[in-house]
């Protein structure tokens, strides 16, 4: 993962990694409908209005899907603040 954050330059190349997981999740894609889309709207809400001091990233911004989507949008982000 630290390889493919190095080439998207979101990382220094040789930068010290304290923790880094993956999990690969077979068959849990879930496929964009507007059920989907309406909850996932309705959670966010919810979660701005319960905590006031958080950031939300990627899916459930309702912007972005996939992987690399969100880790751009992530760098993007935090290099912004």
Same mark, same amino acid.
């Given at each position: 993962?630290?390889?493919? #954050? ?8 040789? /930068?010290?990694? *304290? $923790?880094?997981?993956?999990?690969? %999740? =077979?068959?849990?894609?879930?496929? =964009?409908? =507007? ?11 919810? /979660?701005?209005? &319960?905590?006031?001091?958080?950031? $939300?990233?990627?899916?459930? &911004?309702?912007?972005? $899907? &996939?992987?690399?989507?969100? *880790? %751009?949008?992530?760098?993007?982000? #935090?290099?912004?603040?």
């Amino acid at each position: 993962m630290s390889s493919e #954050l190095e080439r998207m330059g979101v990382i220094s190349p040789g /930068a010290k990694v *304290l $923790f880094q997981r993956s999990e690969l %999740i =077979p068959n849990a894609f879930p496929f =964009p409908t =507007p059920d989907l889309q309406h909850s996932i709207e309705n959670q966010l809400r919810i /979660a701005q209005e &319960t905590i006031s001091n958080i950031e $939300f990233f990627g899916r459930i &911004t309702g912007k972005f $899907f &996939t992987g690399a989507q969100v *880790l %751009i949008d992530v760098y993007q982000k #935090l290099k912004a603040s």
